[in-house]
T-cell receptor
Framework: GQNIDQPTEMTATEGAIVQINCTYQ??????LFWYQQHAGEAPTFLSYNVLDGLEEKGRFSSFLSRSKGYSYLLLKELQMKDSASYLCAAMDSNYQLIWGAGTKLIIKP | IAGITQAPTSQILAAGRRMTLRCTQDMRHNAMYWYRQDLGLGLRLIHY???????GKGEVPDGYSVSRANTDDFPLTLASAVPSQTSVYFC?????????????FGPGTRLTVL
């Protein structure tokens, strides 16, 4: 079957770095997406990886290893506004997104 | 430019009633999607449409129907609501549909079925 696993909750300190991991199993693979979702709001797009390696975009970076079925989202210089849920989603062979349950990130001062 | 709008924002509905959730996008995207989001679960695809005039079933289509008469609108209908349909419903759109497109989400509709 198709499955996405990510931690339910993580806590980090303002100004620090946090890595949110995601493992996936899908029927075929057309890339890995990360979205941010603040409480009570819609998911918003953060990053897309389809090739192995690290993609850096400001304070946020995303990594993909296709052979391991593994991705992570790295957030640097954490700010209080980064408190949100982070959703990992893998795109299968039919271009449908399979979503993880999300990782709730709590930032402490 | 509004992007994607959804209506209503929230709704409390008696079981057995019919309800249509509205979704409109102004980005001229070909593909549109309906998801439900429940606590502890990932977003689950209900129905999708890759282009106007076509629709397809997602992971959890039972009890829901959709239509895509034009590019902009993609309403979701619950023919006879049941309490298990209590959820937050998100509409999304993407440019091409058949391809590794980014999906953009509307603000959601919070539906409670009593």
């Amino acid at each position: 079957g198709q499955n996405i696993d990510q931690p339910t909750e993580m806590t980090a300190t303002e100004g620090a770095i946090v890595q949110i991991n995601c493992t996936y199993q899908t029927s075929g693979f057309n890339g890995l997406f990360w979205y941010q979702q603040h409480a009570g709001e819609a998911p918003t797009f953060l990053s897309y990886n389809v090739l192995d390696g690290l993609e850096e975009k400001g304070r946020f970076s995303s990594f993909l290893s296709r052979s391991k079925g593994y991705s992570y989202l790295l957030l640097k210089e954490l700010q209080m506004k980064d408190s949100a849920s982070y959703l990992c989603a893998a795109m299968d062979s039919n271009y449908q997104l399979i979503w993880g349950a999300g990782t709730k990130l709590i930032i402490k001062p | 430019i509004a992007g994607i709008t959804q209506a209503p924002t929230s709704q409390i509905l008696a079981a057995g009633r019919r309800m249509t959730l509205r979704c409109t996008q102004d980005m001229r995207h070909n593909a549109m999607y309906w998801y439900r989001q429940d606590l502890g679960l990932g977003l689950r695809l209900i129905h999708y449409s890759n282009t106007a005039g076509t629709t397809g079933k997602g992971e959890v289509p039972d009890g829901y129907s959709v239509s895509r008469a034009n590019t902009d609108d993609f309403p979701l209908t619950l023919a006879s609501a049941v309490p298990s349909q209590t959820s937050v419903y998100f509409c999304a759109s993407s440019d091409k549909g058949q391809g590794a497109d980014t999906q953009y989400f509307g603000p959601g509709t919070r539906l409670t079925v009593l």
